[in-house]
């Protein structure tokens, strides 16, 4: 077996990208939301067209991880929209970044996140953000190895279903 690489992904992508995309939310929170309630918000939030958006748009990038040419997990990273008020433009925010769960715990996600993180500093450090689940625990505590604190929080909506989020910042 080859070892996982991790690559910028393009146009080419998007549809890789808005099912697998759907696919990690769902293995990761699903068993959080009503169906009525994950179903939307997989539509909104992973729906082709608004993933062939954010491909266009050159303040994002995404990128897949990939093992043996099929995909396992994938990051997107750019301008921080987050709703706090310290906020300023040329700030980056990590806005995802899932793996699979069968290939979590390996150093794997820590590989990709170090790629976002670089690829959001390429041009000197700045201020980052990550908006991160209130119950996502694990999360939280890589982060503040990373040098994140938290710093507030916001309601975030999966449908009807309304999500206690913290917002993370560095720098």
């Not at 396992?72 to 300023?88: F, Q, R």
């Not at 890589?142 to 309601?155: H, N, S």
């Amino acid at each position: 077996m080859s070892a996982p690489i991790i690559r910028r992904a393009g146009p080419a992508d998007a549809e890789t990208l808005s099912r697998i995309g759907a696919e990690t939310f769902s293995e990761t929170f699903g068993h959080l939301y009503p169906p009525e309630d994950l179903s939307a918000f997989l539509a909104y939030a992973y729906g082709l067209e608004r993933t062939r958006a954010d491909l266009a748009d050159p303040a994002k990038a995404h990128w897949l991880v990939e093992l043996e040419g099929e995909p396992i997990g994938y990051a997107l990273a750019g301008a921080c929209d987050l709703p706090h008020p310290d906020v300023k433009p040329a700030d980056g925010e990590l806005k995802r970044l899932y793996l699979f769960k069968a290939h979590q715990g390996g150093g794997l996600g820590r590989r990709l996140l170090d790629t976002v993180l670089d690829w959001l500093e390429a041009d000197g450090p700045r201020t980052l953000w990550i908006g991160v689940w209130s119950q996502n625990h694990g999360a939280q505590r890589l982060y503040a190895r990373l040098g994140f604190e938290r710093v507030g929080d916001y309601i975030f909506p999966v449908g009807q279903t309304m999500d206690e989020e913290f917002i993370l910042r560095r720098g």
